[in-house]
T-cell receptor, first 110, second 116 residues
């Protein structure tokens, strides 16, 4: 089983819909991250959390919110999806200077 | 803010040959970390190699090595004896030295094609 699990793997939704992307980890790490990948732009940080009570905005947090329900779970929400939020979304954990990525969620907003 | 630049959107190399991917970065810090990640078509992000700025010796991992030029703020990845499985997107990334802060700043990536 994967150490960092993202669900769903792929999702198609419509403009204006609320959507949640979920991430869970079995690594026991306190630090978790959400990144977005767009072609030609690389990965950009949306939100990060250093523990259950510590949530921080990244460089592109507008239009997104997160919830750290437990050490192992970190979900990303789009309250009202728009087409330019179509992207590949990665969850990651970190420990001792290394990032561990999930396999990504490809989101398409029509 | 730190920036990471990968000026080669695409590269190709003949199988068994050597290829070098370029990366430059901008920072005012003296101590930091640099990484190369590989993203194959499966889209999984895989750590290839890591370099700590305070170490003068270039990092190596089997067929992968880096040329770290701190003064020039350059961090290139050399892949020797290229194999078909090396075909992927490669991302260069920077991390600041802050304890407990493992946020990465990524470059825009280089797509590497291996020609059989």
């Amino acid at each position: 089983d994967a150490d960092v699990t993202q669900t769903p793997r792929n999702r198609i939704t419509k403009t204006g819909k609320r959507i949640m992307l979920e991430c869970s980890q079995t690594k026991g790490h306190d630090r978790m991250y959400w990144y977005r990948q767009d072609p030609g732009l690389g990965l950009r940080l949306i939100y990060y959390s250093f523990d259950v009570k510590d949530i921080n905005k990244g460089e592109i947090s507008d239009g997104y919110s997160v919830s750290r329900q437990a050490q192992a779970k970190f979900s990303l929400s789009l309250e009202s999806a728009i087409p330019n939020q179509t992207a590949l979304y990665f969850c990651a954990t970190s420990d001792e200077g290394k990032l561990f990525f999930g396999s990504g969620t490809q989101l398409s907003v029509l | 803010a730190q920036t990471v630049t990968q000026s080669q959107p695409e590269m190709s190399v003949q199988e068994a040959e050597t290829v070098t991917l370029s990366c430059t970065y901008d920072t005012s810090e003296s101590d930091y970390y640099l990484f190369w990640y590989k993203q194959p078509p499966s889209r999984q992000m895989i750590l290839v190699i890591r370099q700590e700025a305070y170490k003068q010796q270039n990092a190596t991992e089997n067929r992968f090595s880096v040329n770290f030029q701190k003064a020039a703020k350059s961090f290139s990845l050399k892949i020797s004896d290229s194999q078909l499985g090396d075909a992927a997107m490669y991302f260069c990334a920077y991390r600041a030295p802050n304890f407990g802060n493992e946020k990465l700043t990524f470059g825009t990536g280089t797509r590497l094609t291996i020609i059989p």
